[in-house]
């Protein structure tokens, strides 16, 4: 059984790790020159910069268990949780998220009730949201239905939590807006909380009693390129085709052609670990239906490191803690482009940049995305500096930069997604051997991508 992967990034490796690792005949496609899409390190003057992500989350086993496999543990680190903070940019100061929150959900109420964060109202709302519990079991998302996850926080918290936390919160991690992406899909876990207790903030207490404390994140001492790379050199060469990409795939009974513009091969099996609008075009001449089915949005993001070595550092102020979020401006897009968060990476983990130096990792993207993608790496420094050194006061220029755009790189899962995933599956069933993963589906996060590319070749 010969299998072909389209697509060489997180997912597709993953999968082709298995088959190698199993001695089944593949052959993995991958458009670029490199392989790992958008996990990418760059190690220079002792900094190591993520341009794509920067760890994953520890609680997930898929990422830590292939690390192991690959005799890479000694590289695993975890995130410095003793200085876990993020701040709450507000009128061009930086607020912390009270301590002990997951997300948008207190563990302990007294904890807010010193923070600068919320007024009053919304301390009341947490508060009455524990007392609510019985009310909100009763009225808890049905089983099979869906809601925006602005609905469902705002079921829980009222509006000013929704906008203080929720949307900045959910913008830094899928650069999306909260109105639209479904609560069922992005946070499956509240869901189940909310079943179950009806108050979230009940069931993180009642949770906080049953576990203790875990590192939130864990990463590569080398950074995540080792891990890909890693991957890449378990796979015969003969095997990998880069700078090759896949322009249609054709069907004959059981065997699968695949073509790219020099050429056509025969397989079993196709993997496709391409991303979504790829895999749109690939399939919808097959069988239209996959034209809707795979139509969705994505958001793009713009990431710019800038790192300061220990001579320009020392006139940095940066607050102890991982970050900042800044929440989304309210009306219509007049304004200039807003920075989404920024990552103090030498405190989020250890070994990020020579002793004394500060490494900023800033992220735009969201709704201001095309207004940005088209700009110059000098406009998008420019703009970066300007806008941090509004929250952090004054920034000297930095020893060196790197600027990297990932347009649509982040799939929108809106509300319905798993339901339209079921219709996908269902469609898939009468395409045999053909199998689909990557980030649109079910996870974005790095953990989720391994264990789906290994069970797909399963
Ligand atoms: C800025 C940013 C930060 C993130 N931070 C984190 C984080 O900290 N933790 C976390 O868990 N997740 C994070 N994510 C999400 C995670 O990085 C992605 O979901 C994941 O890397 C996507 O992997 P993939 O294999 O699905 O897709 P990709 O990495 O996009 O790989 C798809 C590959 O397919 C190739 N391809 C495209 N068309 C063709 C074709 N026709 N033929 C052959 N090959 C083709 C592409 O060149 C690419 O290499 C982040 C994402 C972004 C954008």
């Known amino acids: ?70 005799g890479l ?45 919320f007024t009053q109202d919304a301390q009341l709302a947490y508060t009455r949201e524990l007392e609510r519990a019985a009310e909100l079991k009763v009225s808890a998302l049905p089983e099979g239905s869906d809601e925006s996850v602005a609905d469902f926080v705002r079921r829980h918290f009222g509006d000013e939590v929704t906008a203080t936390l929720a949307a900045p919160l959910l913008a830094g991690v ?18 189940k909380m909310e079943r179950e207790y009806g108050s979230l903030v009940l069931a993180l207490q009642q949770q906080k009693r049953s576990s203790g404390p875990a590192p939130v994140f864990t990463t590569l001492r080398s950074g995540l390129q080792t891990l890909t790379d890693s991957m890449a050199a378990t796979l015969p060469a003969s095997s990998i085709r880069l700078n090759t990409s896949v322009t249609a795939l054709a069907r004959n009974g059981a065997i699968w052609r695949v073509f790219t513009p020099l050429e056509s091969e025969s397989f079993d099996a196709v993997v496709l670990a391409t ?18 089915l795979l139509a969705m949005d994505a958001s793009s993001a713009i990431v710019i490191a800038l790192a300061f070595l220990p001579t320009d550092a020392e006139t940095i102020q940066i607050p102890r803690g991982f970050g900042f979020l800044v929440p989304p401006a309210n009306g219509p897009l007049v304004h200039e482009p807003q920075l989404l968060a920024c990552t103090f990476v030498e405190q989020k983990f250890p070994h990020r940049a020579p002793p004394g130096a500060v490494l900023l990792r800033a992220f735009f993207g969201g ?30 220029e930095p020893s060196f930069t790197v600027v990297r755009r990932w347009p649509r790189s982040l799939p929108q899962y809106a509300v319905g997604h798993l339901t339209k995933m079921n219709l996908l599956a269902s469609r898939l069933r009468s395409l045999p051997g053909l199998r689909l993963i990557g980030n649109a589906y079910h996870g974005v996060g790095l953990p989720d991508l391994i264990r789906q590319g290994r069970e797909a070749v399963c």
């Not at 709450?88 to 959900?105: E, N, T």
């Not at 899928?174 to 869901?191: E, M, N, T």
Request: proline letters at 8%; glycine letters at 8%; charged letters at 25%.
């Open 174 to 191: 899928f650069g999306g807006s909260i109105q639209d992406l479904s609560v069922r899909a992005i946070l499956p876990a509240f869901v």
């Open 367 to 396: 709704d201001d995305a095309p207004r940005l993608l088209g700009r110059s790496d000098e406009e998008l420094l420019a703009l970066a500096h300007m806008q941090l050194s509004q929250y952090l006061g004054h920034l000297p």
């Open 275 to 292: 991303p979504a609008d790829v895999t749109r075009s690939l399939l919808a001449p097959l069988d239209p239906a996959f034209d809707s």
């Open 1 to 70: 059984m010969k299998t072909a992967v389209i697509g060489g990034g997180i997912a597709g490796l993953a999968a082709a790790y298995e088959l190698a690792r199993t001695g089944r005949p593949f052959v993995l496609y991958e458009a670029s020159p490199r392989l790992g899409g958008i996990i990418q390190t760059i190690r220079r003057d002792g900094f190591i910069v993520e341009c794509g992500p920067d760890s994953w989350v520890t609680e997930k086993p898929w990422a830590q268990t292939l690390v192991r496999e690959l």
């Open 73 to 117: 543990e000694e590289e695993l680190i975890s995130s410095n949780d003793h200085i876990r903070r993020t701040y709450i940019a507000r009128h061009r100061q930086l607020i912390p998220i009270p301590d002990g929150m997951r997300m948008m959900v207190p563990g302990d109420l007294e904890a807010l009730r010193h923070s600068p964060l």
